[in-house]
């Protein structure tokens, strides 16, 4: 099994939903990185999606597209985030997720960062805007490197849709709650038709992110998903708390969330 499952196994045992957190890599800063998990995992998340910071990240929102800036201009990039994710390993067993676009695999090489991420203690990747049938000599070398090749769904992919996502998808299902970028909102109508059918169609586990903030979002899901994913909330506390404060505020933010699941 691997870390991913395992996670997903012992949570369904434990009738409990994980907690998922998006951080982006080198915000605050590439050396607080590493710690600033560790005060995550002290919080209650169960899994990272570490952000590989880029110019242009279409699919993210303001907070998330300002962590990216703070992050490459400290310098940061995939191979320092891949640095990153190697010492973030050496400190928690936590599953890692990258999360990226194609254009930063595709300049460092696809195969060079599958094997990189790998070697790193990377578990899986998002590519957030390349679907698995666009650009296949990007997808293969993560599968064959062993990675997690993790999906995203949203309330408006089509049916036909759903048996190419999901032949194509491993580790997780990521079902974007709404339609727009990251951050928050209210989640579309239909989602929990969506929910439903994903559970009829895969034994893959079920993530729901974008707009989740609160404990009353994260109890919204009980019963419909398997995880919830914070991102945008938890950024912009970061931000807010500075460098120094940072990993105190984000634990406790997230331990508010973590009794939700």
């Not at 201009?73 to 990153?84: Q, R």
């Not at 790998?118 to 990747?125: E, K, L, M, Y």
């Not at 807010?240 to 939700?260: Q, R, W």
């Amino acid at each position: 099994m691997t870390r991913i499952s395992r996670l997903f196994a012992t949570l369904k045992q434990n009738h409990q939903k994980g907690l998922i957190a998006y951080l982006t890599a080198g915000d605050p800063t590439p050396e607080r990185t590493p710690a600033l998990v560790e005060a995550l995992e002290r919080g209650g998340a169960d899994l990272i999606e570490l952000g590989v910071p880029f110019s242009d990240p279409i699919a993210d929102g303001p907070v998330i597209q300002k962590s990216s800036q703070v992050a490459l201009s400290h310098g940061a990039h995939v191979g320092s985030a891949l640095e990153m994710a190697r010492a973030i390993r050496a400190r928690v067993d936590l599953p890692i997720v990258a999360m990226t676009y194609a254009n930063p695999i595709l300049r460092f090489g696809a195969e060079r960062f599958a094997s990189e991420a790998a070697a790193s203690g990377v578990d899986g990747v998002i590519i957030t805007d390349t679907p698995p049938e666009e650009l296949p000599g990007m997808w293969a070398p993560l599968r064959a490197a062993g990675l997690a090749t993790i999906l995203l769904v949203t309330p408006l992919t089509r049916a036909d849709r759903f048996e190419r996502i999901l032949r194509d998808a491993s580790g997780y299902v990521y079902v974007v709650s709404r339609t727009g970028v990251t951050g928050a909102g209210e989640a579309a109508r239909g989602l929990d038709e969506l929910l439903l059918d994903l559970k009829t169609r895969t034994r893959l586990p079920v993530a729901v992110g974008f707009g989740i903030e609160t404990p009353k979002h994260v109890r919204a899901y009980r019963g419909k998903a398997d995880g919830v994913v914070v991102g945008s909330a938890l950024v912009r506390r970061v931000d807010e708390a500075g460098p120094a404060s940072a990993p105190a505020v984000a634990a406790a933010f997230l331990k508010s969330l973590s009794e939700a699941c």
